[in-house]
């Protein structure tokens, strides 16, 4: 489980991107191996009723950057992020809060993602996140690559 002010670090970067900030998204728990968000359907809904596509789209890759920013951070490193590719499928209509999730896919190895990034200062990894309705049923799915730029520790956001 990471610390309060770690999740509130990230918590702080997204409140700093307006768009973000208007979902309400907000990280809520990191285990080192998943980064959990959260944001209400109240700022996210569409003329449904239901969770915007859009907003869907948002929280997974915002999970995945998270994820990436929280492990880059423990690994005494800091990057640019940027998502290269990714794909997202949309299994059921979402009438909860949206609850989302990522982690590092399956076939990923993040030492040697780390030792790409030290030594040719870029490096790519391949994040999976979902997003899940009120009883756990997955609604939403993203798979999505993201390249990591080596960057200078002048960020006091880092530490």
């Given at each position: 489980m990471t610390d309060f002010d770690t999740l509130n670090t990230l918590n702080g970067y997204f409140?700093?991107?307006?768009?973000?900030?208007?979902?309400?998204i907000r990280a809520r728990d990191f285990d080192g191996e998943t980064?959990?968000?959260?944001a209400p359907l109240a700022?996210?809904?569409?003329?449904?009723g239901c969770a915007f596509g859009g907003s869907l789209a948002s929280l997974m890759t915002l999970a995945g950057w998270g994820w990436l920013m929280l492990n880059l951070r423990e690994a005494g490193l800091v990057a640019e992020i940027y998502v290269a590719d990714s794909q997202i499928r949309y299994l059921a209509p979402l009438y909860d809060d949206l609850i989302g999730d990522a982690r590092?896919?399956?076939?990923?190895?993040?030492?040697?993602?780390l030792r790409c990034l030290r030594e040719r200062q870029r490096a790519?990894?391949?994040?999976?996140?979902?997003?899940?309705?009120?009883?756990?049923a997955v609604v939403a799915t993203l798979s999505a690559r993201f390249a990591l730029i080596?960057?200078?520790?002048?960020?006091?956001?880092?530490a």
């Open positions: 409140q700093a991107m307006p768009p973000v900030a208007a979902t309400g980064l959990r968000l959260f700022a996210n809904v569409n003329d449904k590092l896919a399956p076939d990923q190895d993040w030492p040697t993602i790519r990894a391949a994040l999976q996140a979902q997003t899940f309705d009120g009883r756990g080596a960057a200078p520790t002048a960020d006091p956001r880092v």
